[in-house]
């Protein structure tokens, strides 16, 4: 089964009274991949979890576990796995305990029962926590204790509901690193829920974006930021300068758009555009260029501006230009130069030209 | 109580023994109404009872400075008192049973109800202390009568009326119903404190309900469950107001000749009245320290 999907959500629908808390979902998730679901609070991470889980059952839909359809199977019965955001350890049982306690309900015999807990111990670096409570260790060997309790299950799939959220961000940083590599170790497909989107970043293989209960996009990370394919996603990924417009012209991938107020902006297109739609163009800071003197080769997209605020961060120099009558436009430089000399960085209210090549600017719907 | 420091330091620790000292003064102070109360109120009514109890009963209900054991003797030998022992223990096991066999759903049933109809639920719990206990079971004798509400009931559909007062059924309805709220608080208190993704965990650790609540939601709210089956069962072995009133004088509970011992009997006796009440405290105490280790101890 090493190819083909752990997990497919056909058409998931879930109602709680009038709200649409997850709202005609469909999804593939892949054996071994690291996914994550990635979405504002209330987006219904949480819940399309549950429901993989079994905690909750779709309203509609249908959600299946390696090809077979689990919709009503209980959650006792499915062969999946949860790390809960608050780990949900058994307060009255040791580490050790709380790890056989799988086991145990799945009639392990004795002997191979401390063997695995011992082995899933010793994966999350616990070795000699064993006789310990939950509540005599740390935030971080508490999540531990959470992953070794499911993954000594060997589960088809394990869901994390936010595990690192409530650990401070240093150590957060070291987690996203282990649970990373404890997933290449076991193989076992991870579906990760998070709303930090740095964290979605470096640990996915593939990240599904999503809002109000839909999913808007799904790709790899550089996918879902190099091409975003809605406002939104670019929005909530990372950032991006928005100007809004018309299409004026197509030709191929090239779009060109106008902003009614003499801006003219060329960009590509990611989804079915026709002339006349309502669009935004989206530059990310980092990808548009500044500088003194017109560009000699000078590309479509050139614009002369006024520097209006610039921050100094160290790494990079935040500068936000005045573009047309009221368009504001953040670029990113980096620092190459190490220099104090305070006229090497621009300067409130110095002119200058704002470009970008036309594969940097994408233009996306609503 | 100075044997502690002693090995460590034989000359320079005066001035803090000096310390020590007028710290435990103060600590003395601090204690001294708490033990006054303990001393007068009830170490002093122990050691008289203990002292009664090995003393002989004299003709008048007066007291004979006499030491004797068979008081003790009598306790142990003759039926009625052992019969009564026997009684109260067994009706206040069935008693603390069966409210913790309607307690624990009920408690349940209303931490699960939303905050505005839990306080509405548990208020509904509390209301019959509202009533003097005295008047409610009163009511209970007429429900239970012989012409009573639920015989009229029975008579109107045909069927025939049922002997229900001055039974041990009677008392026990008595008393389960004036006990209830008891259980019901101490388990609700618990299960309100108890956190339910724990089940969830438990259930997608591949337990069934009945093995997740076994094994994660019981020994959590122990507790609470231990609590209340003391303050059920306690007064409930002690219980004679409700074994008098609806179980005539058949249901003989040890409150029931303890009454009668003291005050009713010509003449009164008592220093088998004082053994009784001895005994009755020993067995309680060595019954809930039993109760309290083997519940808690998944908890330490
Ligand atoms: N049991 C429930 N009853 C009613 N509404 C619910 C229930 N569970 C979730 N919802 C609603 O469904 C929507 C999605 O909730 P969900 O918990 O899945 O969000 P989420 O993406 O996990 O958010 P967060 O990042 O805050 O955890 C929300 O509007 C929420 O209020
Ligand atoms: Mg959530």
Redesign the interface.
């Known amino acids: 089964m090493k190819d083909g999907y752990a997990i497919e959500m056909r058409d998931i629908v879930k109602r709680f009274g009038d709200v649409n808390a997850v709202d005609h979902v469909t999804m593939e998730i892949r054996n071994g991949e690291f996914f994550s679901m990635l979405g504002p609070s209330g987006c219904g991470k949480t819940t399309s979890l549950r429901m993989i ?3 909750e059952y779709p309203t509609s839909g249908e959600i299946y576990l390696n090809g077979t359809s689990i919709g009503t199977t ?3 019965q499915r062969n ?3 790390v ?1 955001q ?1 780990y ?5 049982m040791s580490v050790a305990e709380n790890v056989a ?2 086991l145990q ?2 009639k392990v015999p004795r002997e191979e029962i401390g063997r695995r807990v011992d082995e899933a111990l010793d994966m999350v670096r616990l070795t000699g926590y064993g006789e310990r409570r939950p509540r005599q260790l740390s935030g971080g060997q508490q999540q531990r204790v959470a992953l070794a ?2 993954l000594v ?1 060997r589960p088809d799939v394990l869901l994390l509901d936010e595990p690192l959220g409530a650990l401070d961000l240093k150590l957060r940083k070291e987690m996203q690193i282990e649970l990373k590599r404890l997933q290449e170790r076991v193989g076992i497909t991870f579906i990760f829920v998070t709303h930090d989107q740095e964290e979605a970043l470096t640990m996915s293989d593939r990240i599904a974006v999503m809002s109000e209960g839909k999913v808007l996009q799904v790709g790899t990370p550089t996918e879902i930021y190099e091409r975003p394919n809605c406002r939104f996603v670019a929005d909530f990924i990372g950032e991006s300068n928005f100007i809004r417009g018309q299409v004026s012209a197509l030709n191929a991938n090239d779009v060109t758009v106008t902003d009614g107020k003499g801006l003219t902006l060329r960009g590509q297109m990611v989804q079915p555009l026709q002339v006349g739609d309502d669009v935004y163009v989206s530059i990310r800071p980092e990808k548009a260029r500044l500088s003194v003197q017109r560009p000699s080769e000078p590309p479509n997209n050139l614009f002369p501006v006024t520097v209006d605020r610039v921050a100094y961060i160290g790494s990079d120099t935040r500068i936000m230009v005045q573009l047309g009558q009221d368009q504001l436009f953040d670029v990113w430089e980096q620092n190459t130069r190490s220099t104090v000399d305070r006229d090497a960085y621009w300067q409130r209210g110095e002119q200058g030209f704002l470009w970008w090549p036309a594969e940097n600017a994408l233009v996306l719907k609503d | 109580m100075a044997t502690e420091s002693a090995p460590l330091g034989q000359a320079p620790n005066s001035s803090l023994d000096t310390l020590a000292r007028r710290e435990r003064g103060r600590l003395f102070g601090l204690l001294f109404p708490g033990l006054f109360w303990l001393i007068v109120f009830f170490a002093l009514p122990l050691v008289v009872i203990l002292l009664y109890s090995f003393l002989t009963p004299g003709p008048t209900g007066n007291v004979i400075w006499k030491f004797t054991l068979d008081n003790y003797i009598t306790l142990f030998t003759k039926d009625l008192y052992v019969n009564a022992y026997v009684r109260s223990l067994w009706i206040g096991l069935v008693t603390t049973v069966v409210c913790l066999l309607i307690a624990y759903p009920l408690a349940l049933y209303i931490v699960q109800r939303s905050p505005r109809w839990r306080n509405l639920l548990l208020f509904l719990v509390l209301i019959p202390f509202w009533t003097n206990f005295l008047v409610r079971t009163y009511a209970w004798m007429i429900i239970l009568a012989n012409n009573g509400v639920i015989n009229s009931l029975l008579q109107a559909v045909g069927l025939p009326r049922q002997t229900l007062l001055n039974t041990t059924g009677a008392v026990l309805v008595g008393l389960i119903y004036g006990e209830l709220p008891f259980m019901v608080l101490p388990i609700y208190a618990s299960i309100d404190r108890f ?1 339910f ?2 089940l ?9 309900r009945a ?2 609540f076994l ?2 939601m019981l ?2 709210t122990m507790p609470g469950v231990a609590a209340g089956s003391v303050l059920v069962f306690i007064p409930t072995v002690g219980q004679f107001v409700v074994s008098d009133l609806l179980g005539g004088a058949k249901v003989d509970m040890l409150g029931n000749l303890l009454q009668r011992l003291f005050t009713r009997s010509n003449p009164p006796n008592w220093p088998l009245g004082s053994a009784m009440a001895l005994v009755f405290m020993l067995v309680l105490t060595v019954a809930i320290i039993f109760y309290f280790r083997t519940t808690t101890e ?2 330490r």
């Open positions: 889980a079994g905690f209980p959650p006792f999946v796995n949860t809960f608050s949900a350890l058994f307060p009255h306690f799988g309900m799945k309790r499911a299950n | 956190d993704t724990l969830e965990a438990a259930s997608d650790l591949g337990a069934s093995r997740a094994r994660v020994p959590l998944e908890d």
